[in-house]
């Protein structure tokens, strides 16, 4: 996207979120970025595993589903 109407007529080049151009990041960025989903993928599936295992009692199936998934995928 380009802005216009600035005070010289230029057109100027837009800035994404990191102010660096669209599709143009530092490494360091790059890593904060992965560091940071990969912490709320961390975070997301010991929250679902600690939810199977207390849904246990009432949700056999459902935890045993997930397991012979996850061993599956495990080999």
């Known amino acids: 996207m380009v802005e216009q109407g600035t005070a ?3 057109q100027v080049e837009e800035k994404g ?11 360091e960025e790059y890593r ?8 709320a993928t961390r975070k997301a599936k010991a929250h679902l595993e ?3 295992a207390r849904d246990i ?3 056999k199936k459902g935890f ?3 397991i012979s998934c996850s061993g599956a ?3």
């Open 32 to 39: 904060s970025v992965v560091r940071a989903c990969r912490d």
């Open 17 to 27: 979120p990191w102010n660096v151009e669209i599709g143009k990041a530092t490494w």
């Open 73 to 75: 995928a495990a080999e």
């Open 8 to 10: 010289s007529g230029d």
């Open 57 to 59: 009692k009432n949700n």
């Open 64 to 66: 045993f589903n997930y």
């Open 50 to 52: 600690l939810k199977l």
